[in-house]
């Protein structure tokens, strides 16, 4: 590869890793050729970008960044690595789910990077991938603002429904 290749290609991940949220970095070895597009397939669908790099390569961009020198043991072997931009569990949720499927035997997680901080293959997968995403934290905020309104709502409706029991109860009375 030609040094003006190699250096472009530097520059793409470097920016890759400054604009993401989180990132998983993935061991493919052993996984057949459809299964790689399913997965690619996966990652598209919940918008996350994956890619296949060189280990040097990614160990220049990350140079004189949080991670750097702390990916070493990760960065052996085939990998792939999995940014996500706005939803920081994006990609580990995609991978677990891939993982459960028997097309995902084979793919392994080797870390996840979150803020600066690595995490190691157990946490991708029991934590980051369990973390509620964006959307879902939106619902829970919506309804977390809409319940006093509703109780509110609900007290100032009260009298009057009672009241409507109370008629009812006396025309039932009555007609017997």
Known sequence: MEREAKAKQIGEIKTRFEKMTAAVLLDFKGMTVENATKLRSEFRKAGV??????NTL?????????YA???????????GIAWSYEDPSAAAKVVKAFKKDEAGD????KAGLVDGAIL???AVTESLATMPG???????LLATLQAPMQNFVR???APAQNFAYLLSAKETKDSK
């Open 155 to 157: 007290l100032i409706n």
């Open 69 to 79: 020198g702390k990916l070493d043991d990760a960065l052996v072997g085939m990998t």
């Open 49 to 54: 970008e994956y890619k296949v790099v060189k």
């Open 58 to 66: 990614v160990k220049h961009a990350i140079q004189g960044s949080a």
């Open 106 to 109: 084979k793919l392994t997680v």
């Open 134 to 140: 964006k959307d879902e934290l939106r619902a829970m």
């Open 120 to 122: 190691d293959a157990k």
